[in-house]
């Protein structure tokens, strides 16, 4: 063919413009079949022109092929019959069948000196019970420029043909109708209400009236078919050296439109997704806060618990004082054993073990709570399935792989942090904190004791100091009364440190129990934060490079409208 200069351009363009929609659609990672038609669309402009034969099984495809030939070529059948793609290109011999890259595509040569320059392709049927056959033909659809849509006089446009031109429309290609098998329609006006019939059908789908021929492949091939005749000539127009032109070139543009379409499409998918999944991110933020919010209600709890435990030794405590430090137990106060044991049972009384509880259960909540949060944040990812529309793209892959992760995450901490270990190490921070508070008077206790025990040890501690000085025996007569206020003194000012060592401990371990749930969230969360922000930003690249191919695409169409 020869091309002018101003046709050198728009093939130049026209080549620019499709590799850069591969570029584009690889980078934003569409579906591999989509970068794939993007890829094909850029090389069959280099390639044949393709006529293409579609229809419904049993249409009589094959035996067009034949009759337009008039050779008995390709395989015809009542039943399904045609299983792959024939590709049949201008040769002076009849050739042998050549398989090409793809396996379902076999190419042969034969004498075609109508159609030289173009390649008549046959198809296998639509809306037969083999699948695979009907995919194949929709698998080529782009890839044709000019489409031959047989459908057969005796049950002319069913509901599956409208489906498939459907799909032909959304690929933008030139269409033809063919009804075959015209012989059996007996008057001029069956034939005529045929026609209109698959006229109206096929304007429904394409929005314009296409040529509706009708033939008999089987009279063609008998001598001779007055309609085939007809079809002939109307090929040998349409395919004249400008309009085969025409049509290559704006079949692959065509193509990239549908691309384009579905590319945006996703995009637009893919930003309702990221609206939802930031959404998602802030409710698990707001369940954080609340997750917080219980925790400090308990521990406020908590801390009034532990005073009021302290507060009812403190009156044990003080009765104890007044109770003992008389002349009238003189004998008892010189038995410092005794009176320490005494102290013990009837001051310090339950204090080790109602503080170990009140540890133990402020403990069993941190952890119930904790447990819980990141229940709640399995069932929430549960609830986060990808959508449909961004099935098989590179971000629908990327974001599943980041949601599994939180998932992970969560998972793995409810299945590896057991509640005792948790509990053990809260316990454990806990008493070491309550050991390093009270550690000077608490002396002779090593570790691994309960905080319990400590602050019994700590309670007993302070009989020593009331006892001072008085194992002398040199009691003068305002000796006790002054013994007995300082210890109270003393009691008070215990039981403010045992209290405020407690509350510190407590605030403490609340604290870092917010520091590592908070820590571990982020851990988790983080990489899918990025995510989404990155993803953003991506798309909103891909709509300004989606206008502006958007643009260039319709400038070329326009273009090559004008060739005509
Ligand atoms: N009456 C009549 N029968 C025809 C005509 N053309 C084809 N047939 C018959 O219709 C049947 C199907 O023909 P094929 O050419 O194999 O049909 P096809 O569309 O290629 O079918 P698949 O390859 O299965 O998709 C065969 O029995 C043909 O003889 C025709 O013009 N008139
Ligand atoms: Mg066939």
Not at 63 to 79: D, H, I, K, Q, W
Not at 140 to 156: E, G, H, K, V, Y
Not at 435 to 454: C, P
Not at 464 to 473: M, Q, R, V, Y
């Amino acid at each position: 063919m020869l091309v002018s200069a101003k046709t050198q351009d728009l093939l130049t363009r026209e080549r620019t413009l499709l590799s850069d929609l591969q570029a584009f659609l690889e980078l934003q990672g569409a579906p591999p079949e989509t970068v794939e038609h993007a890829r094909v669309a850029l090389r069959t402009l280099d390639e044949a022109f393709l006529l293409v034969v579609v229809g419904e099984f049993n249409a009589g495809k094959s035996s067009f092929v034949n009759a337009l030939l008039g050779a008995s070529v390709l395989p015809e059948g009542v039943t399904p019959t045609t299983d792959r793609i024939y590709v049949l290109v201008h040769g002076e011999k009849p050739g042998q069948m050549e398989p090409t890259r793809d396996p379902f595509v076999s190419r042969l040569t034969y004498p075609l000196p109508s159609l030289e320059g173009v390649a008549l392709v046959d198809t296998p049927g639509t809306n037969a019970i083999i699948r695979q056959h009907q995919a194949l033909t929709e698998g080529f659809l782009p890839r044709a420029d000019l489409l031959l849509f047989l459908t057969s006089a005796d049950r002319p446009f069913t509901e599956s043909e409208r489906q498939f031109l459907s799909l032909a429309a959304k690929w933008g290609r030139s269409v033809i109708m063919v009804v075959n098998k015209a012989d059996l329609l007996e008057t001029p006006a069956q034939k005529e209400q045929v026609k209109e019939f698959v006229q109206a059908g096929a304007r429904g789908v394409l929005g314009l009236t296409p040529p509706v021929v009708l033939i008999s492949a089987r009279q063609e091939q008998r001598g001779g078919d007055v309609g085939f005749a007809a079809l002939r000539a109307l090929l040998q127009a349409r395919l004249s050296e400008g309009e085969r032109m025409r049509l290559k070139f704006s079949s692959p543009l065509n193509t990239a439109s549908e691309l384009l379409n579905g590319e945006a499409q996703r995009s637009e998918a893919a930003r309702t997704t990221l609206m939802e999944d930031q959404r998602f991110l802030q409710e698990l933020e707001a369940q954080r806060e609340h997750h917080r919010e219980t925790m400090l209600g308990e521990l406020d709890g908590q801390l009034n618990r532990v005073n009021r435990l302290l507060a009812e030794f403190e009156v044990r405590a003080d009765k104890f004082i007044d109770d003992k430090l008389r002349f009238s137990n003189l004998r008892g106060l010189m038995n410092s054993r005794e009176l320490e044991e005494q102290f013990r049972r009837e001051a310090v009384a339950d204090l080790p073990e109602a503080i170990d509880r009140q540890f133990g259960s402020m403990i069993d909540r941190f952890v119930e709570s904790n447990m819980h949060f990141w229940e709640d944040v399995q069932a929430f990812l549960i609830r986060r399935q990808p959508s449909g529309e961004v099935a098989r793209t590179r971000f629908s892959y990327d974001r599943a792989s980041l949601l599994e992760g939180i998932a992970g995450s969560a998972k793995d901490h409810l299945e590896n942090t057991t509640e005792q270990e948790l509990a053990r190490r809260l316990s454990k921070d806990a008493e070491e904190a309550m050991m390093g508070a009270m550690g000077g008077l608490a002396g002779g206790l090593i570790g691994g004791v309960s905080i319990g025990a400590i602050i019994g040890a700590t309670a007993l501690d302070f009989t020593g100091g009331i006892l001072a000085g008085l194992a002398l025996g040199s009691l003068g007569l305002f000796v006790l009364p002054n013994k007995r206020l300082q210890a109270h003194r003393q009691l008070r000012e215990k039981i403010t440190q045992l209290r405020e060592a407690l509350e510190r401990i407590v605030r403490r371990e609340y604290e870092r129990e917010q520091e590592r749930a908070d820590a571990r969230l982020n851990d988790a969360v983080s990489p899918y934060t990025r995510f989404t922000q990155q993803e953003q930003t991506r798309l909103q690249d891909a709509a300004t490079r989606t206008a502006d191919l958007q643009t260039r695409l319709n400038a070329l169409k326009n273009e090559i409208q004008a060739l005509a």
